[in-house]
């Protein structure tokens, strides 16, 4: 879809302003255009509408419903397929709305900064097109446990695998394994969908043991055919529960050939430490047996630096969250500063996860960040066609 097709809604209750607004978007060629002057009168005309705009440009200091409230509804009835923030307000209060925004499900193309002007509203509308709406997200696929239980034990559940590449040269000296379900029938079940029905009912462990074994089984076809790959592997905190699972991880790799230095075990930084002094026992027993340990999602829970002071860590990965749309956002490119900083103090790794751009691989690059994992890269993919994905990026002209 070009600028020009766009169906676009602005919400703003100064009359000169959104006269202006209106001119500014018709000039860029946009003829699908409406207005409302506060926020019930917008939800009275998407509500009457028989078809959603692409774009809702939305004044945050608007009368009787402030824009926030408005966002509210919006996303509550699937009323836009986006919205991008229009204020002249405190870049920081600017960047809370938009996580919010999002938090709520709404697909946010970013803030424009008034006054509005055409390159501004280019920009933020150019966004738009090619990118994921709420609407695209993968479907709720109804699954019952004792399914869950035959995928586990019919191979339905499996790794697939996302390169990780060195920022000085762009080699891929890594993958993480991703668990993917795919259902008899065919359809791919969200892992965010069936990892909790794991961890709730017991079943985790068996998906970790699985998710290892068969990366072990990976690295070493793929070290027969050339590629000496680092991998990661998630564990979750429901894991941590005595010294012995170290040495069940030992024997997996010991029975496939792969040293622990091969392996990385990917924790969620939110949910570390239950029972602290036996899942700090385990950490240590995993890392003196020569295991990386990786701290994921960092800075999406509440203990970080509690947890890096405590725990053996090898390795920081810095969430997708944080590197999306970071160089445009100076909060953002300040938290991954700070966590580089830290990182370089602690001696360790860190790998930004969610690279999708040039821009926030140059930014990264600049802040000395040392590995990279997202979609400008490659999608994960399954065992057998990690070799072309390696391929296909050497070979990417960004």
Request: net charge negative; proline share 5%; aromatic share 6%.
């Amino acid at each position: 879809m070009s600028m020009r097709e766009l169906h676009v809604m602005l919400v703003e209750d100064h009359a000169f302003q959104r006269r202006l607004g209106l001119r500014l978007l018709s000039d860029l060629g946009i003829t699908r255009l409406e207005e409302a002057a506060d926020g019930f009168q917008a939800l009275e005309i998407l509500r009457a509408a028989p078809e959603k705009p692409d774009v809702i440009l939305v004044d945050l200091d608007l009368p009787g419903m402030d824009g926030i409230e408005f966002m509210g509804f919006v996303a509550q009835e699937h009323l836009a397929k986006s919205i991008a923030v229009v204020s002249a307000m405190d870049p920081a209060l600017l960047h809370t709305v938009q996580v919010m925004a999002k938090a709520s499900g709404l697909r946010v193309l970013g803030a424009v900064e008034k006054p509005l002007t055409p390159g501004k509203l280019t920009h933020v509308l150019s966004l738009f097109e090619g990118g994921p709406t709420p609407a695209s997200a993968a479907p709720v696929i109804l699954v019952t446990l004792e399914q869950l239980r035959q995928a586990l034990r019919n191979g339905e559940i499996f790794p697939m695998f996302q390169p990780q590449v060195e920022f000085g040269n762009g080699k891929v000296v890594g993958v993480e394994a991703l668990a993917r379900w795919r259902t008899s029938s065919g359809q791919m079940v969200p892992a965010a969908q069936f990892i909790p029905m794991l961890e709730n009912n017991g079943l985790i462990e068996e998906l970790t043991h699985l998710m290892l074994v068969q990366s072990c089984e990976w690295h070493q076809r793929w070290k027969k055919e050339g590629l000496n790959l680092r991998v990661s592997v998630n564990v979750s905190a429901h894991n941590l529960t005595g010294p012995e699972v170290a040495d069940r991880y030992e024997r997996v790799l010991r029975d496939h050939g792969v040293m622990p230095e091969d392996i990385i075990l990917e924790i969620t930084e939110s949910s570390v430490m239950g029972d602290t002094a036996r899942g700090l026992g385990m950490l240590a027993r995993l890392r003196l047996k020569g295991f990386g340990l990786s701290v994921d999602d960092f800075g999406t829970g509440y203990s970080s630096l509690a947890q890096l002071s405590q725990i053996p860590f090898t390795e920081l990965k810095i969430d997708h969250g944080f590197v999306n749309d970071s160089p445009n956002q100076p909060r953002k490119r300040a938290v991954i500063e700070a966590s580089l900083d830290l990182a370089r103090k602690l001696d360790l790794h860190v790998v930004a996860e969610g690279v999708e751009t040039m821009e926030e691989w140059q930014l990264l690059a600049q802040l000395g960040c040392h590995f990279a994992q997202g979609f400008l890269i490659s999608p994960a993919v399954e065992g057998e066609k990690l070799n072309d994905a390696i391929q296909n990026w050497r070979k990417a002209h960004h």
